[in-house]
């Protein structure tokens, strides 16, 4: 195990993230639990650098045991306001973490008290406003049931981020200026106009080219593999490091595991604007879970996970000792990250931070999505009701909308509390989308117009060209957020809200 000792207050906030197992702490700590957003200090290939963190008892993150209720108190130790919102979980909608819905950011030494059921599963907490969120302002949030407490295995987690030493005001005129500057969307904009911009590179696709490349299956839907000559735009920013539990592959978090033992990894991607592929080499993997949501088990080496999903991997380690890594591999790009796996006294050597070739586009075909299939999937029920939901932009100028709209000029999904509800997105644009839903849970049920039994889910990756259906029953009547979670897309205001009455 590495000796955190050693790095002293630069290391502190990694205590709950390099932890072998996550401790079940809830009956020795008081309630309500304290968590300070507050800042913090990395150090990152030797250079110090202050990012932002959420703190609880044991360090970044929580841990909560079964039955357990999230009975806690939120402070605000930075220095300008901040709100956090508790990814994939369903609390109250006036608990859910949204700037002025209904309630504001927490002030500078303020404390707001919460109190909600927890679902069990993989989830994780941070900053709804993308700035403070670009700041590294997030953490993991993980809640165990009955099973993972009865299992005879190791749990331990792998917290993924994007770093710029940068301020994130500065990243952003960077992404802005290097792909023309953001616009803001012209009043009278209607939902229609998104439907005509489908961007290439800053080139304009018009949709007469797009029925040139074919339609199998449904009218407007492309054929890929034609789709693929054409440029995708993968990432928009070059990082300059990519975490995996705060550290690089240069000092990488090695957990102590035992020889012949069974491993449950936790992964969460809560980077800005990056896809990861989840790389675990020598060693086979079960995905169990997406989304903190049970799904039938797919064996396999390498899982793609866009930003904000979070997927588990049940792990058995050979008999033998030795160290195995698992690699977090950036969409595009040969960088790379990751944690290693390692019995006591094993050699542990050295990853290089780029890889020979760079990874690929992730789940272009919806190829992954198309295997997970629900472990507990929704009640067979009749839909009431349909949104179509266009998602478009360009690169020039910085601009992401939905159904043509951006922020502040949007136009809400409607729902009646009870209702089931499916939601078709369809990426006219040239970059993938990560889109979350509040409030809910909701089951993938269409790709490309071919419906399935796919996963329960909070954030469905939507890759350019393609169509994706979800199903959920409306919740609480309350304005949820619809948005994606490409921090600069959200930046530049592509979210609209679901409004259930």
Not at 122 to 141: C, F, K, N, S, V
Not at 145 to 172: C, G, N, T
Not at 314 to 341: F, H, K, M, Q, Y
Request: glycine share 10%; hydrophobic share 45%; proline share 8%.
């Amino acid at each position: 195990m590495t000796d955190i000792s050693r790095r002293g207050f630069l290391a502190a906030g990694t205590a709950m993230l390099a932890a072998q197992a996550l401790p079940r702490i809830a009956m020795a700590r008081p309630v309500p639990i304290p968590l300070i957003a507050g800042s913090r200090v990395l150090d990152i290939d030797g250079r110090a650098a202050t990012v932002w963190g959420l703190t609880g008892p044991l360090g970044q993150g929580l841990s909560f045991d079964p039955g357990q209720r999230f009975e806690v108190n939120l402070r605000n130790d930075l220095p300008e306001p901040t709100i956090i919102h508790w990814h994939g979980q369903i609390p109250p909608n006036r608990q859910d973490g949204v700037p002025d819905m209904p309630m504001p950011p927490l002030n500078t030494g303020e404390t707001r008290s919460y109190d909600y059921e927890l679902m069990p599963g993989t989830y994780w907490m941070h900053a709804h406003i993308p700035m403070h969120e670009m700041r590294l302002l997030a953490a993991p949030l993980i809640v165990r049931s009955a099973d993972d407490i009865a299992a005879d295995r190791q749990e331990a987690v792998m917290f993924l981020h994007d770093f710029s030493f940068k301020p994130p005001q500065e990243v952003m005129e960077e992404i802005a200026g290097g792909h023309g500057e953001t616009a803001a969307p012209q009043s009278g904009t209607t939902p229609q106009s998104g439907m005509n911009h489908a961007m290439t590179g800053g080139m304009m696709m018009d949709p007469g080219m797009m029925g040139q490349a074919g339609m199998p299956g449904m009218d407007g839907m492309p054929d890929m593999s034609k789709m693929a000559a054409m440029a995708m735009d993968l990432n928009d920013y070059d990082w300059d490091a990519y975490l995996a539990n705060d550290r690089t592959l240069n000092d990488p978090d090695v957990i102590a595991v035992d020889p012949g033992g069974r491993v449950r990894l936790r992964i969460v991607n809560a980077a800005a604007a990056t896809v990861f592929w989840i790389d675990t080499g020598a060693l086979q993997a079960r995905l169990v879970a997406v989304d903190g949501h049970a799904v039938q088990p797919l064996s396999g080496n390498r899982f793609g996970l866009s930003m904000a999903q979070r997927m588990d991997l049940e792990i058995d380690l050979p008999a033998g000792g030795g160290s195995w890594p698992v690699l977090a591999l950036r969409e595009g790009g040969r960088e790379r990250t990751g944690i290693v796996l390692a019995t006591a006294g094993a050699q542990v050597a050295r990853l290089a931070p780029l890889a020979d070739e760079a990874a690929p586009a992730f789940d272009t075909d919806l190829a992954q999505e198309g295997r997970l299939i629900a472990a507990a999937p929704l009640a067979a029920r009749a839909t009431q009701r349909q949104h179509m939901v266009m998602l478009g932009g360009s690169m020039t100028p910085y601009l992401w909308t939905i159904n043509g709209r951006s922020w502040g000029d949007h136009m809400p999904l409607a729902a009646s509390s009870g209702e089931r509800v499916e939601i078709t997105f369809h990426n006219m644009s040239m970059m993938a989308h990560p889109m979350h839903l509040h409030g809910h849970v909701f089951q993938v049920v269409g790709l490309n117009g071919q419906r399935l039994s796919g996963a329960m889910r909070d954030t469905v990756h939507v890759p350019p060209m393609a169509m994706v259906t979800i199903a959920m029953d409306a919740g609480e009547a309350a304005r949820w957020m619809l948005h994606c979670h490409h921090m600069p897309h959200l930046q530049t205001g592509m979210m609209t809200e679901f409004a259930v009455t």
